[in-house]
């Protein structure tokens, strides 16, 4: 799984001198939890059937994925047989699971290796939703992981709503299950943190405990992408992520935002074969049914497209004028758009690397007949036009 980890993408980010003022991290190794088949089915209106599931999994196997979460086994039969399934042909399946006998027992049953345990501990969910105290909560937690433990798994633990969460009763469970669990998982729930905000709290967190600590964000505001950063680099190991950032309401953190990031800004590496994020990117997109908007950064249609005839001019001479991320590095290619926003060297550089060579009174005239139009257009139209001179 981690024999891409060694590979330098430098090469790849055009990073200014003051992109990493202020971040002081060794350069490390970042695991990437993906479950875009558990949260990011989550999404509303999304399904994905066995079939689809299962090549998802084999996907993100592929893609370098450390551990991917494939689902809730007790939610349906359909889901137990597929992670069941999955748990067959590849080793890294985690199962989610409330802290309760039955649904542990669904995952055991699964054959999953791994189980992702969980229980709300902010009062407002304590209260609200489950209905129990403090107390009941805290020996809830102990049971629950005592019982997986015993049937030979290993235990990831989320403290649900964490960010809303008392610190010292969030101290108080902590400290009581960190010679139990492998991961301590922070889930921003609702995703009201801020960067800042996310970095002391995990700061904060890392008093607790010792043991591996992932951090889990949803983009409520916008954040999800810049929580997850900040909290790797106040200590985190691992992040919890989707592909395209689908998932419940406004969606998680991006595992292409955030790997992309982390060789950015952290000089740090994961196992993700960079190369393939585009592909799968796109897979999700079509099983999902949910296209990412046009301006998505690393995978939007328009995130390596460029009209403006300043920064095409640059783009031309130099990509590293305009472009902080070599497109080439997730085999993506660039896209010169002509529009009424465009310059003569976009004309010039479209023409010719199609055999076709003008006058500069010609592609004066192209480019006029072009802003007539007072639309961006494809390179067939920009051939066609430029038949006619």
Same mark, same amino acid.
Do not use: W
């Given at each position: &799984?981690?024999?891409?980890?060694?590979?330098?993408?430098?090469?790849?980010?055009? &990073?200014?001198?003051?992109?990493?003022?202020?971040?002081? =991290?060794?350069?490390?190794?970042?695991?990437?939890?993906?479950?875009?088949?558990? %949260?990011?089915?989550?999404?509303?209106?999304? +399904?994905?059937?066995?079939?689809?599931?299962?090549?998802?999994?084999?996907?993100? +196997? %592929?893609?370098?994925?450390?551990?991917?979460?494939?689902?809730?086994?007790?939610?349906?039969?359909?889901?137990?047989?597929?992670?069941?399934?999955?748990?067959? *042909?590849? %080793?890294?399946?985690?199962?989610?699971?409330r802290c309760n006998i039955n649904d542990i027992n669904k995952v055991i049953d699964s054959n999953s290796n791994t189980i992702h345990l969980f229980i709300a501990t902010s009062d407002i969910h304590m209260e609200y939703k489950l209905k129990m105290t403090r107390e009941e909560v805290s020996k809830r937690i102990i049971d629950s992981i005592d019982y997986a433990k015993d049937h030979g798994l290993k235990v990831i633990f989320s403290p649900e709503d964490a960010?809303?969460?008392?610190?010292?009763?969030?101290?108080?469970?902590?400290?009581?299950?960190?010679?139990?669990?492998?991961?301590?998982?922070?889930?921003?729930?609702?995703?009201?943190?801020?960067?800042?905000? &996310? +970095?002391?709290?995990?700061?904060?967190?890392?008093?607790?405990?010792?043991?591996?600590?992932?951090?889990?964000?949803?983009?409520?505001?916008?954040?999800?992408?810049?929580?997850?950063?900040?909290?790797?680099?106040?200590?985190?190991?691992?992040?919890?992520?989707?592909?395209?950032?689908?998932?419940?309401?406004?969606? /998680?953190?991006?595992?292409?935002?955030?790997?992309?990031?982390?060789?950015?800004?952290?000089?740090?590496?994961?196992?993700?074969? &960079?190369?393939?994020? +585009?592909?799968?990117?796109?897979?999700?997109?079509?099983?999902?049914?949910? =296209?990412?908007?046009?301006?998505?950064?690393?995978?939007?249609?328009?995130?390596?497209?460029?009209?403006?005839?300043?920064?095409?001019?640059?783009?031309? /001479?130099?990509?590293?004028?305009?472009?902080?991320?070599?497109?080439?590095?997730?085999?993506?290619?660039?896209?010169?758009?002509?529009?009424?926003?465009?310059?003569?060297?976009?004309?010039?550089?479209?023409?010719?690397?199609?055999?076709?060579?003008? =006058?500069?009174?010609?592609?004066?005239?192209?480019?006029?007949? *072009?802003?007539?139009?007072?639309?961006?257009?494809?390179?067939?139209?920009?051939?066609?036009?430029?038949?006619?001179?």
């Amino acid at each position: &799984m981690c024999v891409f980890d060694s590979i330098d993408y430098g090469d790849f980010f055009n &990073m200014g001198e003051y992109s990493r003022l202020g971040i002081n =991290t060794e350069k490390r190794r970042i695991k990437i939890f993906d479950t875009t088949l558990r %949260d990011g089915e989550q999404s509303p209106g999304v +399904y994905f059937n066995k079939n689809t599931k299962t090549n998802i999994a084999l996907k993100l +196997y %592929d893609l370098g994925v450390d551990m991917i979460e494939a689902g809730f086994p007790a939610v349906s039969d359909e889901e137990f047989e597929t992670i069941k399934g999955l748990n067959n *042909i590849i %080793d890294n399946v985690c199962s989610l699971s409330r802290c309760n006998i039955n649904d542990i027992n669904k995952v055991i049953d699964s054959n999953s290796n791994t189980i992702h345990l969980f229980i709300a501990t902010s009062d407002i969910h304590m209260e609200y939703k489950l209905k129990m105290t403090r107390e009941e909560v805290s020996k809830r937690i102990i049971d629950s992981i005592d019982y997986a433990k015993d049937h030979g798994l290993k235990v990831i633990f989320s403290p649900e709503d964490a960010t809303r969460t008392d610190i010292n009763f969030l101290r108080e469970i902590i400290s009581g299950i960190n010679n139990k669990v492998e991961t301590i998982n922070i889930p921003d729930t609702i995703g009201i943190m801020n960067p800042i905000s &996310m +970095y002391y709290f995990i700061k904060k967190i890392r008093e607790f405990t010792k043991n591996n600590i992932s951090v889990h964000c949803h983009n409520d505001f916008g954040l999800a992408t810049a929580n997850t950063l900040s909290g790797l680099i106040a200590g985190a190991d691992e992040v919890q992520v989707t592909v395209n950032g689908i998932g419940e309401r406004s969606g /998680n953190a991006a595992l292409e935002e955030v790997v992309s990031s982390v060789y950015g800004f952290l000089n740090s590496y994961t196992g993700i074969k &960079m190369e393939k994020l +585009y592909e799968i990117s796109k897979y999700i997109s079509s099983e999902s049914n949910i =296209t990412p908007q046009k301006n998505k950064a690393i995978i939007g249609e328009n995130a390596f497209a460029h009209e403006a005839g300043i920064h095409v001019q640059g783009i031309i /001479n130099n990509s590293r004028t305009y472009e902080a991320i070599n497109p080439e590095l997730f085999n993506i290619k660039r896209k010169i758009v002509i529009g009424k926003h465009s310059g003569k060297a976009a004309i010039k550089y479209i023409l010719e690397n199609n055999g076709i060579n003008k =006058t500069d009174d010609e592609i004066n005239d192209i480019l006029n007949k *072009i802003k007539m139009y007072n639309k961006s257009i494809n390179e067939d139209f920009l051939l066609e036009v430029s038949k006619n001179e």
